[in-house]
C-alpha cells in the first residue's frame, strides 16, 4: 500500500509575537524570506506568510511589503505560498485582503469567524520590550474582538473568487466549522475545503486531543469525504497535536507564528528546525512528507505557474 502523504505548512512569522520574545522570530523582509525559504528545504511543502515593519517588527499588510519576500521565494523554492488575510486581530478586513489581490497567491488563510484573540498573558513574562509598540499590542489584546463577521467573509471570498485561492479554512472553535458549512450550503465556497484546526488560542477551543478528535468529527458529520484538513496546535501543543494529526490521517502545521519553541523551555532557532522535527515523526511513524507538487494535487491548487509574484 502507498504511504500517507503528509503535507506540512510552515508559518514563517505571523502577528502575534513580537521581537523582544524571541531573537530568532524573523520579522525584518531579509529574514522572513531567508527562513521561509529554508523552511522549504527542510521539507515545507506550504509556506504560510505574513509580513512586518522592515525596522521595528510591528504587523503590516501592506503588498510593498510582500514584494520582495514573495520574488526571493518563488525564485528560490517550489513551494506554494499562502498568504494570510488575517494581518493581526487590531485590522480590518479590507486591509487584509490587499495582498493577496495584489499578488493572487496560490492559497490563502481565511477565518471563520470573530472572537476575542487574546494573548495579553505573555507580556507579564518581559521585564522590557525591544520596541515601544510591543507591550501596548500584547497588552491590549484582553480588549481585542478579532473580527470575521459573515460579511467580513463574504467580502474575502468575492474578491478573491477571480483569483482562483484554495482558502486556509481557519477554524478555531466548533461553531466556525458550523460557519463554513453555512457558507457552503449558500454557495460561498465549493468542495472539497481545506480544514485547518486552530487549537489552543485563549477565546478559542482548547489544546487537548479529546477537542482535536471532537473537531474531526465534526467535520466528518459535516462535510462528508469533500474536505482535507491539517492541525496547528498553539504553543506547547504544537508538536503534540502534530503528531496526533499524523496518525489521523490529517496534515499539520508549524512555524514560529505558532510557537516559539522546539521544546519545553528551549526557544526555536529556526522555523526549519520546527519543520525537520516533524518531518523526523512523521518519517519515523511510517508516512510520507508530501513535495509541493503533491500538496498542489492534495489540495487541488491552480499551479505555481499561475500568481502574480
Known amino acids: 500500500m502507498a504511504k500517507q502523504k503528509t503535507i506540512i505548512t510552515c508559518a514563517v512569522t ?3 509575537h513580537t ?6 522570530l524573523p520579522y525584518t523582509h531579509d529574514d522572513i524570506a531567508r527562513q521561509a525559504i529554508e523552511a522549504a528545504e527542510a521539507g515545507a511543502a506550504i509556506l504560510h506568510l505574513h509580513t512586518r515593519d522592515n525596522k521595528t517588527g510591528q504587523p503590516v499588510v501592506e503588498p510593498e511589503a510582500y514584494a520582495g519576500i514573495l520574488a526571493r521565494v518563488k525564485q528560490s523554492t517550489d513551494a506554494v505560498v499562502n498568504i494570510t488575510t488575517g494581518g493581526s486581530p487590531r485590522m480590518l478586513i479590507e486591509d487584509r485582503i490587499k495582498a493577496a489581490e495584489t499578488f493572487s497567491p496560490e492559497m490563502c ?3 471563520m469567524g470573530s472572537m476575542n484573540f487574546a494573548f495579553h498573558p505573555l507580556a507579564d513574562r518581559y521585564d522590557s520590550f525591544k520596541f515601544d509598540w510591543e507591550e501596548e499590542y500584547i497588552r491590549g489584546s484582553e480588549a481585542n474582538i478579532f473580527r470575521n463577521t459573515f460579511a467580513d467573509i ?3 471570498a468575492d474578491r ?3 483569483h482562483n485561492v484554495k482558502f486556509e479554512h481557519e477554524c478555531y472553535d466548533v461553531g466556525h466549522l458550523y460557519n463554513l458549512k453555512f457558507l457552503m450550503d449558500q454557495g460561498m465556497f465549493k468542495a472539497p475545503v481545506f ?3 486552530v487549537m489552543g488560542i485563549l477565546g478559542g477551543i482548547g489544546a487537548d486531543i479529546d477537542n482535536l478528535v471532537f473537531m474531526k468529527r465534526t467535520a466528518d458529520r459535516l462535510f462528508g469525504d469533500q ?3 491539517s492541525v496547528l496546535g498553539a504553543g506547547a501543543a504544537q508538536m503534540g497535536l502534530a503528531t496526533a494529526a499524523t496518525q489521523m490521517g490529517g496534515h499539520v502545521r508549524v512555524g514560529l507564528e505558532d510557537s516559539l519553541f522546539i521544546r519545553r523551555g528551549e526557544l526555536a532557532t529556526s522555523n526549519a528546525q520546527q519543520v525537520e522535527k516533524i518531518r523526523r515523526v512523521i518519517e519515523d511513524l511510517g508516512a510520507e512528507v508530501a513535495t509541493p507538487d503533491e500538496a498542489r494535487e492534495i489540495l487541488d491548487l491552480k499551479g505555481g505557474d499561475r500568481v502574480q509574484f
Open 14 to 16: 505571523g502577528g502575534i
Open 19 to 24: 521581537p523582544t520574545m524571541s531573537d530568532h
Open 109 to 111: 488563510s481565511l477565518n
Open 154 to 156: 463574504r467580502l474575502a
Open 160 to 162: 478573491l473568487r477571480p
Open 195 to 197: 480544514l485547518q484546526f
Open 227 to 229: 474536505y482535507r484538513w
